[in-house]
């Protein structure tokens, strides 16, 4: 049984080939923006651990898979990274080319790059605008990788992405990428409402949902309600759902892609593993064989 058969997880209309765009009618695009906040409320120990690592390994040229309206790239950019920047929504990547748009005055948006392109595809679709191009590093944070559901009922999918972003770096090269921590929410049926991404400014509901199928956690639904505070428009209210990864199964799938050569570290809300015993995100940071 496919999960969207149960739980609705896209607008009607939106094609069920390729990673699915939950952002496609513009409606959760906005409200998203508004949870996210802009990139002076990213949280510092967020900021702190990525930029920390990336400038530890000596990184330069950062791929943003998962870019959105783009703050994390921004926030790249500000700290003088050379971004590109990819979604398979274009609903988000308006905003991203909307805020481009008003640095036009920063040099150093000049060379920001923005494009559209989808994890299945992805380095035929780099290679289309950028040939040759292979980065310093990979981000895709956010609990954005478990929007990518498992149509099959065997990770096939999800296992070809992370090869495909293996592919996109160079020998060495760093890949960031994240899950909530699925563990937890599927023995409590409950997620936190703030992130250690975002210090959203307004108050957030999060309602959760668990899809079993034949004993097996194959959904989870994640109902936002945020309370803006605006007169007639105050509420906004939409889903979004993701495939349930399990750290221990998320862990092997990473190895296998990356190869045994690779290097594995797993942090826990932007610290070592063992200092958090209930982390609300585990953190993955993947090091690329050198030969």
Known sequence: MSADQVFHSRSEGIPSEGV???????????????????????????????IGLLRKHGCVSVLDIACGTGIDSMMLVDEGFKVVSVDASDKMLKHALKARWEKRKDAKYDE?????????????????????????????????????????????????????????????????????????????????????????KYPVDIKTSVLVVRGKPELVALDYCIDTGEEGNGKSDFRLCYYPHKLDTFTKMLDKAFGSRAKHQIYADFKPLADVPVPGFYIHVMEKARN
């Open 112 to 200: 920001w790059i923005i494009e559209e392109a989808n994890w299945e595809t992805l380095p035929r679709d780099i290679q289309s605008f950028l040939p040759g191009t292979k980065f310093d590093a990979v981000i895709c944070l956010g609990n954005s990788f478990a929007h990518l559901l498992d149509e099959y009922g065997d990770q096939r999918v999800q296992k070809m992405c992370l090869q495909n972003f293996a592919e996109c770096l160079k020998p060495g090269g760093l890949l960031f990428i994240d899950h909530r921590n699925y563990d937890a929410m599927i023995d409590s049926g409950a997620t936190p409402g703030h992130s250690i991404y975002y210090n959203c």
């Open 20 to 50: 699915k765009d939950q952002y496609a009618d513009g409606k959760a695009a906005r409200t998203w923006n508004k949870f996210i906040g802009d990139s002076t409320q990213r949280t510092q120990n967020y900021k702190n651990f990525l």
